[in-house]
């Protein structure tokens, strides 16, 4: 699967050449759990599975097409005006939506390819959005930068699909770079590189995810009412990441409130201390993700009997440095992270083992930190 996948898949659909094709990746993230949306750090990376789109100039006749080879049905819709319709193409026209002179719009043929699994906690949403704004950037000639596409990639993720979540996806499709962790601060948007050269599993536990969107909206409130109830005591604070977990000790909140607040307030400090030690000494302190994951484990509350088994078991392995929970949680995906031939050895036995305990076929992947969005190939 590469750009030349996609440049076949628009030939065959419209009979014509693409004018541009641009990717991005999926994501997993290190460390630095539901802290974006409270201010906090993250310190995702960019995965070898991209999502590609092809694009092409139509004669303006008020109509543009889109289509997918991971879907059954495509969309026609005019450049200019789109509408919010539920279904996948939303992701890419809500890309239009979102742009800076919607009446200099080019209408366009897109074709889109991608080997980057949907809906298990990879990002593809974001893959599918930063794709298609580099590439529409690209091709109208818009000369945003990658931050500036990744930001209006968020604004159609929770503006026009309508998905609560922080910007932690979308920038990491939009400014991974190969061989190094994003280190986002989501308070101000500014980043760095780390460079980073351990490999990642990725397993997906394949488990049924039915609370994800509710719990991630329940606990986005909670946080909230958490900062709120923090600012009484401290009207400066700026977020939630912001306070220290002593100022969220001394404050006696309710229970669940202590909880997550406790999880954003030490999280974001971990990714502070993973950070300063990859820069050190090049590794990744294994020690900070087993906290992180016994944190989301237990103070927020979002992990999976199959998620922690995973853990449980990659702590097991020689060369394995640390294991956790990645993404929003509730399901979904969990990484292992450490040498090449230890995590690649271990894969097929910890498939096995998990389908009889759990009876579940998990999916696993290996990635080291590739490259984010770009423009693959372009006449113009
Ligand atoms: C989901 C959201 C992200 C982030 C994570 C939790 O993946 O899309 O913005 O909040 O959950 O860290």
Redesign the pocket.
């Known amino acids: 699967m590469n750009a030349e996948t996609a440049r076949q898949f628009f030939r065959k659909t419209y009979g014509s050449e693409p004018d541009t094709i641009g990717s991005a990746p999926g994501r997993v ?1 290190l460390i ?6 409270n201010g906090g750090q ?1 310190l995702p990376l960019a995965i070898d599975r991209r999502t590609y789109v092809a694009m092409k100039r139509r004669s303006d006749d008020g109509k543009s097409r889109i289509i997918s080879d991971t879907a059954t049905e495509g969309a026609e819709f005019d450049a200019r005006s789109v509408e919010r319709s539920g279904q996948w193409w939303d992701y890419v026209t809500g890309v239009f939506a979102f742009a800076e002179e919607k009446s200099a719009l080019p209408q366009v043929d897109a074709a889109v390819t991608s080997n980057l699994p949907t809906g298990s ?1 990879l ?1 593809s949403s974001a893959a599918l959005e930063m794709a298609t704004a580099i590439t529409l950037a690209q091709l109208a000639g818009d000369r945003r930068s990658l931050k500036e596409l990744a930001l209006l990639a968020w604004r159609v993720e929770t503006q026009f699909v309508g998905v609560s ?5 979308q920038f990491a499709s939009a400014l991974g770079e190969k061989g190094h962790a994003l280190h986002l601060w989501c308070d101000t948007l500014a980043t760095e590189q780390v460079r980073m050269r351990e490999a990642v599993l990725i397993f997906d536990t394949n488990s049924p995810r039915s609370l994800r969107g509710s719990q ?1 909206n329940v606990r986005q409130r909670e946080c909230q009412e958490a900062l709120e109830l923090l600012r009484q005591r401290n009207p400066e604070l700026s977020n939630l990441a912001a306070a220290t977990p002593g100022e969220v000790r001394a404050a006696h909140l309710p229970s669940n409130l202590e909880k997550r607040a406790l999880h954003v307030t030490e999280e974001t400090r971990r990714v502070e201390s993973l950070v300063a030690a990859l820069k050190e000494t090049g590794e990744i302190d294994g020690d900070l993700l087993y906290q992180s994951h016994e944190s989301l484990r237990t103070l927020y509350e979002c992990s999976t009997p199959e998620l922690d088994w995973f853990v449980d078991e990659a702590r097991k392995i020689r060369g394995v440095r640390g294991a956790r929970l990645t ?2 949680g509730w399901g979904g995906c969990a990484i292992a992270v450490g040498e090449l031939e230890a995590l690649s050895g271990a894969q097929s036995s910890l498939i096995s083992s998990y389908k009889s305990t759990f009876g579940l076929d998990a999916r696993t992947w290996l990635t080291n930190a590739e490259a984010g969005a770009k423009v693959e190939t372009s006449a113009k």
Do not use: R
């Open positions: 993230n630095g759990e539901h802290t974006d949306y993250v906690g990002s979540c922080g910007v932690m996806d991630f993404g929003a």
